[in-house]
């Protein structure tokens, strides 16, 4: 077998073929991934390749995903591809941010400069390319904003008909906006994330829609190319850290499954650490990590955040994101919201801006810094997930002074940038720009 699915549970491994319709082990109830055979891959031909693809104008090359496809090798057809030209996301060095983070230097990675305006494309275009090779007609997922933006466009571009289902008033604006234009059909359901997904999970199985959370083991595939192409903009020097967001932890189960196979095949030569970063009140991984063993995996029925993207209590990757914090000798860091929304605020001073929970990211690295977990010296990307036009209501009340977290505690405006009411008067409006 070339590519199968397996169960990630270590004491179950149960092999299934790759074009069954499964989101969990039938053996175990286990996570599944995909399994390649990468034994004759040569890293030093394929480094070459993908630079070569660089100058290639076909859709398939100009794809910051499939350019990297032979680390997905999952399709047995290419023409089955969706893609928007997904990736070839930029990575910016912020100075200001490294500063306020007590780093040298700081590199984002920006995954919201992606079609649809954050990291889920990159999953998406494998996700949809693996739903047209099955024969499926409709594709589903549930979401807080962005995988739903996303789905809706990959699944219209490739003919398919998207079905979103997002939480009742919790979702940004913008984002539902996307889905509309792009033409899925839209369920507001009243109920939370976790729950809507254990609904959705039913929905599918009895429906016959192929279901694309990042449950989906090709979601995760396409995300590894967000540490491939890392790296490849890198010129394959490892940095010490990765820093990302977690709220379903799919992302971070793919970029540890990304770089465990540059790893293996030969194109690092050594693996970063993972550092995973949630919002306090929503932050069930970080508080099973912190009791190091010592405690079972317990959901948090009620999680809240204004970082709407990582508000999940339950989330379904955890035990891969467990064994990829663990083998990268990595970390779980947790951060309030008054410092994910000074973060933020610092993060758009560089002239970069991202969304909320894409600012977790430095507000973690702050205080693993200040920790002594994270060297002030050290080689450090952190990952924006998303783009800055995902919450512009946060944005307005944080420079506003008019922001409160969601128990009701005002959010102090510490990098507050208020808009200036003035008369129709150059007079007036000179002096105040003095
Ligand atoms: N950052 C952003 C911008 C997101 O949209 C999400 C997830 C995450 C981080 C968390 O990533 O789940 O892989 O740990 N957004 C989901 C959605 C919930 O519906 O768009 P994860």
Sequence with gaps: MQSHLT???????????????????????????AKYDFSGADPVALKKTWRERRMDNSPLCQSGVWRYREMFPFLDDLRHVVTLREGNTPQLNAPRAAGYGGLA????????FNPT???????????????????????????????????????SAGGLDPLIFIPHGNISYGKLAQALEYGAKTFQVEANFDQILALVRVLAERLGIYLLNSINPFRIEGQKSIVIEMMDQRDWRVPDWIVLP??????VSAFGK?????????????????GVVQAEGSSPFYEYMAAKGLQPFHAQEHPETLATAIKIGDPVSW??????????????????????????????QCGIGCEPASAATLAGIRKLTAAGVIDRDADV?????????????Y??????GELTAPNGTPIKSTFGNKPIVVPNDAERIGQLIG
């Design 381 to 393: 990307v952190a990952v924006l997930t998303g783009n800055v036009l995902k919450d512009p209501d």
């Design 319 to 348: 035990p891969k994101a467990q064994f990829e914090i663990e083998n990268s000798k990595g970390t779980v860091e947790r951060v309030t919201e008054q410092e994910i929304a000074d973060a933020k605020a610092v993060i758009g």
């Design 7 to 33: 169960c990630f549970n270590p004491a179950c491994r149960a092999c299934f073929d790759i074009n069954d319709v499964l989101y969990n082990c039938t053996v175990c109830g286990g996570l599944l991934e």
């Design 117 to 155: 305006g954050s990291f889920k494309d990159n999953g998406m275009t494998c996700g949809a390319a693996q739903a047209k090779r099955l024969g499926m007609k409709r594709v589903a997922c549930v979401s807080t904003g962005n995988t739903s933006a996303s789905m809706a466009a990959y699944a």
């Design 246 to 251: 977690g709220g379903n932890l799919g992302n």
């Design 105 to 112: 230097r700081l590199t984002f990675k920006h995954q919201g």
């Design 258 to 274: 990304g770089l465990r196979e540059m790893y293996e095949t030969g194109l690092i030569d050594r693996m970063p650490r993972l």
């Design 395 to 400: 944005i307005y009340r944080y420079h506003t």
